[in-house]
């Protein structure tokens, strides 16, 4: 596939992150990766909203020219590769918890989301450590 | 236009949410009723990122279908209708102001935008009260 090249729709930095991820399936994937550690795109593709793989694969190279994901060699395997979030697309974490904590306000989700609503309630800086891209120190 | 309803994908809170709201113009929308004040379909045209017609009916009429915006009558004018954020849409506030701030950090915004992430930097939760949906006591 091509190298994407994201065009930025103004400065405004909602649009400029929209640019790069404001899109469901760029999000799912994201998820899958932060929450599930999910890391190959067979992986992806079994993310339980049924991606079509033309989609996937775009917006995975998508991603990569965000600077959220990066590639490498699967260790396990010569045809597979290996995705990872980049300190960039790991920075997305807090974005992500709130967006699990609106939606556990307002929606029926399922039980183990209940759960970590309740800790991100409980102590939200707890839960973000664990993402956290800052060096412990 | 028919009356939208939307299809939940899963019981994850992330794609429910991204159901709702996981398109950059709907986020766009959102952004201008809540940091730009906006609340007329003529004023989310001229958004800055030029958004067509067809879209921002549809987008409109997804965002009241998700609970994240009301219409009312136009106090000023028989023919436009006022968009308002619902309590559900303000409380996406937290979730704009991570964008903001992940934005800021890896990107060129606009300088408004860097003052603004200043101030989240230094006081998220004073950021956070302008937008609460919780009575003040």
């Not at 290996?82 to 039980?111: F, N, R």
Request: include cysteine; proline fraction near 4%.
């Amino acid at each position: 596939m091509k190298r994407k090249k994201i065009t930025y729709r103004s400065d405004c930095p909602i649009s400029t992150a929209l640019d790069i991820f404001g899109d469901k399936w760029s999000l799912l994937i994201i998820r899958d990766m932060l929450f599930k550690g999910k890391n190959t795109y067979g992986e992806f593709l079994k993310g339980g909203e049924n991606i079509a793989t033309n989609i996937l694969a775009d917006r995975l190279a998508l991603l990569e020219a965000g600077g959220i994901i990066s590639k490498t060699a699967h260790p396990g395997s010569k045809t597979k590769v290996l995705y990872k979030l980049t300190p960039k697309g790991i920075d997305l974490a807090p974005l992500m918890v709130e967006m699990i904590a609106w939606s556990e306000k307002y929606h029926q989700v399922h039980p183990e989301a209940i759960a970590f609503a309740k800790e991100i309630k409980k102590d939200k800086a707890a839960v973000l450590a664990r993402f956290s891209t800052t060096p412990k120190t």
